[in-house]
């Protein structure tokens, strides 16, 4: 299962360099991209809190933690998004590399 976690949650982040280059080079970006990256991080996240709940290990702890905490900052940024409002750019880079460190850890258990 954990290997259809990392998979999803890979999906997951290509998906959301897409939206990052767009939101850095004032592109627009489609609401199919945004809704499809929160749908793919939301599958993978519960997934993996199944996989916590399973197999309790510090690895998978500490990897879902980091990734509620960007999903935290993924909502919050979504929600200004639909009310017109601009996210600040460090909020962005902050989720993007919780996620990643998040991610990173996920790779490491498997190893």
């Known amino acids: 299962m954990l290997y259809l976690i990392i998979s999803i949650f890979a999906i ?14 004032s592109a627009k970006t489609s609401r199919t991209v945004v809704y499809t990256h929160g749908a793919f991080a939301a599958i993978a996240l519960v997934l993996l809190l199944v996989q ?4 309790p290990t510090s690895h998978l702890r500490t990897s879902l933690t980091l990734f509620v905490i960007a999903a935290i900052g993924g909502f ?3 929600f200004r998004d639909l009310k017109g409002k601009f996210s600040p750019i460090w909020l962005a880079v902050i989720h993007a590399l919780l996620a990643v460190s998040g991610f990173i850890i996920l790779l490491l258990t498997i190893i």
């Open 76 to 78: 919050y940024m979504f």
């Open 52 to 55: 916590v709940l399973q197999n």
């Open 12 to 25: 997951a982040a290509i998906v959301g360099l897409v939206i990052l280059k767009n939101w850095l080079t």
